[in-house]
């Protein structure tokens, strides 16, 4: 199972490093079989630690250049990531990058050999048209993607689950990573409102692998809860 925090535009340098250092702490006595990815905000990258994957979340799809305001791989290779995330729903809705400049940077990434951990997610109003539409706008957020990448990850984020509290129905979490699960053969993430009261169940989803936390991430002993809620061996206390 995969477990990534999503820290988004919270946490200073200073902080990221304590907050590495100690669930590096954790997960080396833990010893979980968990993958366990960050993604700090640009100012906080640096070098991975034994048991997490740091990664950017986002990036420019080019070396360097005129890009104002950006970063690229020049920048992330200072620090040896090679892990990014794209496509996630604030910055396509907030920021308005259009699925042509996702996949653009996609190429790029994925020419570079880049582990990327994309996602997807379909917005309250289409939600409510039915799982039809739902379906039909998740696959075209796949336009201009390689889904047989070795080195992709997707997320399944319905951008109303997203910093609401409120996660997607566990029936609707199934439905949707059924689906997606029909043409993709990595590992599917779910994200949007994953705390401790839901992470149980979401992660005993058949074609779950695994979650992207936003607010439940922030510190590291909520973080570390969500894993060891799940944790093999876990004595289940409901
Ligand atoms: P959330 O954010 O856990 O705060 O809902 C998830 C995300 O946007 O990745």
């Not at 920048?75 to 259009?98: K, M, W």
Request: include cysteine.
């Amino acid at each position: 199972m995969i477990f990534a925090a999503n820290f988004k535009m919270n946490h200073t340098r200073a902080s990221t490093r304590e907050y590495l250092e100690r669930l590096e702490g954790i997960l080396r006595v833990e010893e979980y079989p968990f993958k366990v990815l960050v993604f700090p905000p640009a100012t906080a990258l640096c070098e991975g630690t034994d048991h997490i994957t740091v990664g950017a979340q986002d990036a420019w799809g080019a070396e360097h250049g005129a890009y104002t305001g950006e970063i690229g791989l020049q920048q992330l290779r200072e620090f040896a990531i090679d892990t990014v995330l794209l496509g996630h729903s604030e910055r396509r809705h907030i920021v308005g990058e259009s699925q042509e400049r996702i996949a653009e940077k996609f190429a790029f990434y994925r020419e570079h050999g880049f582990e990327i951990v994309y996602c997807v997610g379909e917005p309250l109003e289409v939600r409510k048209e039915g799982f039809e539409a739902v379906a039909e706008y998740l696959w075209e957020q796949f336009d201009g993607i390689d889904l047989d990448y070795e080195r992709l990850i997707v997320a399944y984020e319905p951008v109303w689950a997203i910093g609401t509290g409120v996660a997607a129905e566990t029936e609707q979490i199934a439905q949707t990573h059924d689906e997606l699960r029909r043409r993709i053969k990595r590992p599917v993430l779910y994200g949007g409102s994953v705390k401790l009261d839901n992470i149980r169940s979401i992660a005993a989803l058949e074609n779950v692998d695994g979650v992207l936390v936003g607010s439940a991430s922030l510190e590291v002993e909520s973080f570390h809860g969500l894993m060891a809620a799940v944790a093999p061996g876990q004595i289940d206390m409901d």
